[in-house]
């Protein structure tokens, strides 16, 4: 298992709400990348944090947001919830030191009703 | 035409088969290829990690990037039961996390 791990496990929220997840990247890793995977597909990227700034963000709309603390641990935040945002949402945890590539989270399933 | 692309499967093997995985993928300027393994309702777990291209061995599995060809292939020998699971190719511009673009993976079966 990696060193990265997220909180909480499942979610089920309604739609309009907002939403945030957590996650503790491996220890001596300072980039973290949040990725949605619906079912059946493969993870898409939403945004990357380096240094506690975003640093790239994929093909998501403004109500995904997050946060990077001094730890390099991460939040990600959803607003206005829509049907469509239920996925396992995933983080990924690296170091950029040319040498080692990301590691994953376990995941937060998200169910929105 | 997907930036990346991968039989979703399933496949299904009997143990001890070897097993050949593919991707194809659209922009020449991937450097970066990993194979990862997710189980059901799991995280991907990183299996193979290719700079370039050639081929890479670790224990039963292979994996081979072709870049002229835009393929890379992972293989598993002698495949247990323990395998099932989705593969998931992915490639990047870079090894920490941007631009990272995952195929739908391929869903195996081995079979006891």
């Known amino acids: 298992e990696t060193g990265v791990t997220q909180s909480p496990t499942h979610l089920i929220k309604t739609r309009g709400q907002q939403v945030t997840l957590r996650c503790s990247s491996q220890?001596?890793?300072?980039?973290v990348s949040w990725y949605q995977q619906a079912l059946g597909q493969g993870p898409q990227f939403i945004f990357q944090y380096y240094r506690e700034e975003e640093n790239g963000r994929g093909n998501f709309p403004p109500r995904f947001s997050g946060l990077q603390f001094p730890n390099y641990s991460s939040e990600l935040n959803v607003n206005a919830l829509e049907l469509d945002d239920s996925a396992l949402y995933l983080c990924a945890s690296s170091t950029r030191s040319g040498t080692d590539t990301q590691y994953f989270g376990p995941g937060t399933r998200l169910t929105v009703l | 035409q997907k930036e990346v692309e991968q039989d979703p499967g399933p496949l299904s093997v009997p143990e001890g088969a070897i097993v050949s995985l593919n991707c194809t993928y659209s922009n020449s300027a991937f450097q970066y290829f990993m194979w990862y393994r997710q189980y059901s309702r799991k995280g991907p777990e990183l299996l193979m990690y290719t700079y370039s291209s050639g081929n890479k061995e670790d224990g039963r599995f292979t994996a081979q990037v072709d870049k002229s060809s835009k393929y890379i292939s992972l293989f598993i020998r002698d495949s247990q039961p323990s395998d099932s699971a989705t593969y998931l190719c992915?490639?990047?511009?870079?090894?920490?996390?941007?631009?990272?673009?995952f195929g739908p993976g391929t869903r195996l079966s081995v079979l006891p």
């Open positions: 220890s001596g890793h300072n980039t």
């Open positions: 992915a490639m990047s511009l870079d090894n920490y996390g941007q631009n990272f673009v």
